[in-house]
């Protein structure tokens, strides 16, 4: 079945760039997302890429699209304590409606 | 428009007690979702709605787990009897037919059974 793979942990000092990887197996997918889970609260779509693309950035945002190696990353620019949460990666199939998530990576922002 | 609303946000139950967790998915949004967070296996979908009508309920993890979605602005899921590795806490989410619409989550509800 599908899978999506994430780091648990990543730890980065406020104001450097954080880089999130995901790797997924399904070579069908269609869409791949990022979200963003806050202490207490539910995910929120960050953003997404189709998987068309290579790249796709918003304001501190990049997401990079590998569709060879079916790998995914969203790099944060000037990372900010406001950053720290889990973040999501998961994708969807041609032939679906679900989404599959990633394990989640808990992103710690330190000053 | 309020987003996903589920209630309650907190439930704690004992172990053998039936437990029902609702969820009131955005107006308009044809599709419902129902997820289930844990530290050790992440979010895993148990069970999708599409129109009010269940699609795959592969994730459903045993008998004792059911969800209902009698009408397109309510769904429930039922444990019963409940156990305390049910313990988790439970999301709703809802999106409308088109793949690039975001899926909308609720705020959760933390079951604990003791």
């Known amino acids: 079945g599908e899978d999506v793979e994430q780091s648990l942990f990543l730890s980065v000092r406020e104001g450097d760039s954080s880089v999130i990887n995901c790797t997924y197996t399904d070579s069908s997918s269609t869409y791949l997302y990022w979200y963003k889970q806050e202490p207490g609260a539910g995910l929120q779509l960050l953003t997404y890429?189709?998987?068309?693309?290579d790249m796709k950035q918003d304001q501190r945002l990049t997401v990079l699209l590998n569709k060879k190696d079916k790998h995914l990353s969203l790099r944060i620019a000037d990372t900010q304590t406001g950053d720290s949460a889990i973040y999501f990666c998961?994708?969807?199939?041609?032939?679906?409606?679900?989404?599959?998530f990633g394990t989640g990576t808990r992103l710690q922002v330190f000053p | 428009d309020a987003g996903v609303i589920q209630s309650p946000r907190h439930e704690v139950t004992e172990m053998g007690q039936e437990v029902t967790l609702r969820c009131k998915p955005i107006?308009?949004?044809?599709?419902l979702f129902w997820y289930r967070q844990t530290m050790m296996r992440g979010l895993e979908l148990l069970i999708y709605?599409?129109?009010?009508?269940?699609?795959?309920d592969s994730g459903m993890p045993e008998d004792r787990f059911s969800a209902k979605m009698p009408n397109a602005s309510f769904s429930t899921l039922k444990i019963q009897p409940s156990e305390p590795r049910d313990s988790a806490v439970y999301f709703c989410?809802?999106?409308?037919?088109?793949?690039?619409?975001?899926?909308?989550f609720g705020n959760g509800t933390r079951l604990t059974v003791t």
């Open positions: 709605f599409n129109n009010n009508v269940p699609i795959d």
């Open positions: 107006s308009g949004h044809d599709y």
């Open positions: 998961a994708e969807a199939s041609y032939n679906t409606d679900k989404l599959i």
């Open positions: 890429i189709f998987s068309n693309m």
């Open positions: 989410a809802s999106m409308t037919g088109t793949r690039r619409s975001p899926l909308h």
